[in-house]
């Protein structure tokens, strides 16, 4: 018990540093809280001082992952807004339809459900977030939408990353990986008939959300339906498709009106038709940016093999560590400090440097913009990330400290008190073990290699059935994203938001524990 509240009482703290009155900033309340829970590996559970070191020096270059995909997004969407095209694109979607929800649905949970089908990593808040806001939307209710709509997809983000990597230690056949992913489908699809409609509570009122209700669900099953097809006989595309289906028809429903609160069009309400040539060029970044995301991420195509390959090039001893380089540029530090404890940062694959930054690069000439200007969104995009870098470094070198001791961590002493309480009764919470991976970890794939071995313990010693355990995991560990503090940064970052971390969270948790509700009372009957 003692041990219990030695591992909680450090993220208790951490919640209340982030949600009182006088919120401290993520950059204070996240080293600070690392830094007490090192404290209490070192002195309380007895862990090795070298090894503590190690995880310093891994958790530090551990925050290079997201905060390089964040510059890319921020560099790019500069790019983008700098030179006009913003204004284009919003001028495009505005001519679709005026309506905000058909705006909100089509960006917010179309356009960011094909992005997470694609890439992961944050990256559908990085490109949807600034265009709904380039619209006009509040930068702060947009970055609440964002994190609750990028929910649904992620059990087959990247891919399908969090599925087929995500439970890839447990030893399980390929049936019984494909059975969990229909199950995770299947939840979420059930789940979607109303978290997105919560999600838009953040930025319209309930009238507005009732007087467009029907467009809203036809463009929710325009994406789940597909999806939910897609994974009964894979577990890679589910996302990718249902998005771009979705997307097609959520764009075809709003132009015909279907569905929409109908008014009278008055003169000044009527958008001059952007040409097709100068839409195109608008977009070209954004389409440039899907293209190469889909073609590096579909495994089949063979460049996502490149990408990854971890053929070495060259191995050097850096009396610290053992440093060594693939030929796809995976920079590795092994044995750091004499220990098990090593970093990967995978140059190629991160979408930082491809797509970001290459797409940034060239649509700097092909949208004419001039050095001046070019300069000045590199300029922004450095003096955003500076304060949010040093929460992300607190931030995982926190989650490797709350990793530390294997069994006896404080992460899986804390998964372990849930399933002691609960017992048989473990297939109503299930999914919020998945979901605390996600807030500790910020990834839908980490939770499930943190948690996934517990879950099928569970399972199967008080005889639950081990996929939907699983299944349940996965779509927890999707559910998180709402409140996980990476995701919170980085969509807080990039569309310039500072401070409302803890704000953020105090509203995003409501909908997470509202799915979890919904995917509990839905697996007893599937």
């Not at 279907?258 to 954004?286: C, N, Q, Y």
């Not at 140059?347 to 001046?372: D, Q």
């Not at 040093?390 to 849930?418: C, E, H, R, W, Y």
Request: neutral net charge; proline residues 4%.
């Amino acid at each position: 018990m003692l041990n219990l509240a030695i591992s909680v009482v450090p993220i208790l703290l951490l919640i209340w540093m982030m949600t009182k009155k006088d919120a401290l900033p993520s950059h204070i309340a996240l080293p600070v809280t690392a830094l007490i829970i090192g404290l209490l590996q070192l002195f309380y559970f007895g862990s090795d001082l070298t090894l503590i070191s190690a995880n310093i020096i891994a958790g530090a270059l551990s925050a290079i992952t997201p905060i390089s995909i964040i510059a890319g997004a921020i560099l790019l969407n500069r790019v983008i807004a700098l030179s006009g095209a913003e204004n284009v694109i919003r001028q495009w979607l505005e001519g679709i339809s005026r309506n905000q929800v058909a705006q909100l649905m089509i960006i917010g949970w179309a356009f960011a459900f094909m992005i997470e089908g694609a890439s992961g990593f944050g990256t559908p808040a990085a490109i949807a977030a600034p265009i709904l806001v380039g619209l006009g939307f509040n930068p702060l209710k947009v970055a609440m939408l964002a994190l609750v709509m990028n929910s649904v997809p992620v059990s087959f983000g990247a891919v399908g990353t969090p599925t087929w990597f995500g439970f890839a230690s447990l030893g399980l056949d390929e049936n019984t990986v494909l059975e969990t992913g229909r199950q995770s489908a299947l939840l979420h699809s059930i789940a979607a008939f109303i978290i997105p409609v919560v999600a838009l509570k953040f930025v319209v009122n309930w009238q507005e959300i009732r007087r467009n209700i029907l467009f809203i669900q036809l463009s929710i099953l325009s994406c789940t339906v597909p999806y939910l097809l897609f994974a009964q006989w894979n577990y890679e595309f589910p996302s990718l498709i249902g998005g771009a289906i979705g997307l097609t028809i959520s764009i075809m429903l709003a132009r015909f009106n279907v569905g929409l609160e109908t008014r009278e069009t008055s003169i000044k309400d009527k958008v001059e038709t952007i040409p097709f040539g100068t839409l195109l060029k608008a977009m070209s970044p954004t389409l440039l940016l899907i293209l190469i995301l889909i073609v590096t991420r579909i495994q089949q195509l063979g460049i996502k093999g490149m990408l990854n390959d971890a053929t070495p090039l060259f191995n050097l001893n850096l009396g610290f560590a053992d440093l060594s380089v693939s030929q796809a540029l995976i920079i590795k530090l092994s044995h750091i400090l004499g220990t098990d404890t090593a970093w990967a940062y995978k140059t190629l694959y991160v979408p930082a440097l491809i797509p970001f930054l290459l797409v940034a690069l060239i649509s700097i000439p092909v949208l004419g913009m001039k050095g001046e200007t070019a300069k000045q969104a590199f300029t922004e995009t450095a003096s955003r990330i500076k304060m949010p870098f040093i929460a992300l470094i607190g931030a995982l070198i926190m989650v490797k400290f709350m990793m530390m001791g294997g069994d006896n961590s404080p992460i899986m002493t804390t998964g372990q008190a849930f399933s002691d309480l609960m017992g048989t009764n473990w297939q109503w919470v299930a999914s919020y073990l998945g979901a605390l991976g996600a807030f500790f970890s910020g990834s839908a794939t980490v939770s499930n290699l943190t948690f996934g071995g517990i879950q099928q313990t569970i399972a199967q010693t008080v005889a639950l059935p081990e996929t939907t355990i699983l299944a349940l995991q996965s779509v927890g560990a999707s559910m998180g994203n709402m409140v996980c503090i990476n995701n919170i940064i980085a969509v807080s970052t990039i569309l310039g938001i500072a401070n409302k971390e803890g704000f953020i969270i105090k509203r995003t948790v409501v909908p997470m524990v509202l799915y979890g509700v919904i995917v509990g009372l839905a697996s007893a009957f599937i």
